[in-house]
């Protein structure tokens, strides 16, 4: 198994901690090989962000670089309109549908309002990332909840792992009922 997944949006949407995330819980909490790289544009928000992330359970990655991802989460429409060529013809696209309008019609699309929920559920549109990967993980079980749940502790500012992990589980409740 090896699954490439490439997680993007704009800055401040928290993409590369998104990455940093699903990269641990692999590594860490799975005991799967994962490699993470990042790239983001100068600006400190708004700017184009993307996080890589692959996750395998062969002993090495001989290549870190995410090529044709096998998996597209997608927080912007700018992000998508750049990156969804890339993403492999049977591939799967999970992308916020507040701020998204997908149109590619040979891959798998699954919309999750997570900006939208953030903002009335839970009261902070930051963590929409993490409801994405909520869902992102119900959708495929690349890792256990549990796996993933812990790298979030380990990964969030102290004091926002309570809210964050609400997040997560709100992505995957919307994976759950089959998002939009």
Known sequence: MRIEVRIAGFGGQGVILAGVVLGRAAAVYEGLEAVQTQSYGPEA????????????????????????????????????????????????VVY????????RGDVEHVGVPATEKAEEELGLRIVANMIMLGAYRELTDIVSFDSLRNAVMDSVPPGTEETNEKALRLGAELAEGGAD
Do not use: N, W
């Not at 001989?62 to 597209?72: A, G, I, K, Q, S």
């Not at 916020?96 to 149109?103: G, I, R």
């Open 96 to 103: 916020d549908s507040t701020l998204v309008e997908p149109s």
């Open 45 to 92: 928000r708004g700017g184009a962000s993307r996080s890589d992330v692959i996750v395998s359970d062969e002993e090495k990655i001989m290549f870190p670089y995410v090529r044709e991802p096998d998996h597209l989460v997608v927080m912007s429409q700018e992000a998508y309109d750049k990156y969804i060529g890339d993403v492999k013809s049977d591939g799967l």
